[in-house]
């Protein structure tokens, strides 16, 4: 069974940074991509990075283009999502998530169950 593990979230002031770490177990895992997606209180799910099963191509929502920076280590299991330059609008639950595409949250395979991150004014 697939397993995704995300760590690194926290607390935060704004213009800091942060990485978030997502530990990945129990599927080919390297056939697939790897996307983080995040859900703000009272707001719908939305992606914010993904990185093709090659690593070859990464994608950015805009409103973290320049900021945020998605990687992948495959002799680790490993998924990483470097933010800088956090804004108080950043704040929200962070989910890893796999799937055969980058694409939309119904496309994912495997999911995991969050890290919180909280940016401060």
């Known amino acids: 069974q697939g397993q995704l593990v995300e760590s690194g979230g926290g607390l935060v002031q704004s213009g800091g940074s942060l990485t978030l770490s997502c530990a990945v177990s129990g599927f080919n895992w390297e056939y697939y991509a790897i996307a983080w997606f995040r859900q703000a209180p009272g707001m719908e799910r939305e992606a914010a990075s993904c990185?093709?099963?090659?690593?070859?191509?990464?994608y950015y929502a805009n409103s973290v283009k320049g900021r945020f920076t998605i990687s992948r280590d495959d002799a680790k299991n490993m998924v990483y999502l470097k933010m800088n330059n956090l804004q108080p609008n950043d704040t929200a639950v962070y989910y890893c998530?796999?799937?055969?595409?980058?694409?939309?949250?119904?496309?994912?395979?495997?999911w995991g169950k969050g890290a919180l991150v909280t940016v401060s004014a």
């Open positions: 998530a796999a799937g055969l595409m980058c694409g939309a949250p119904d496309g994912m395979d495997y």
């Open positions: 990185i093709t099963d090659t690593g070859a191509i990464t």
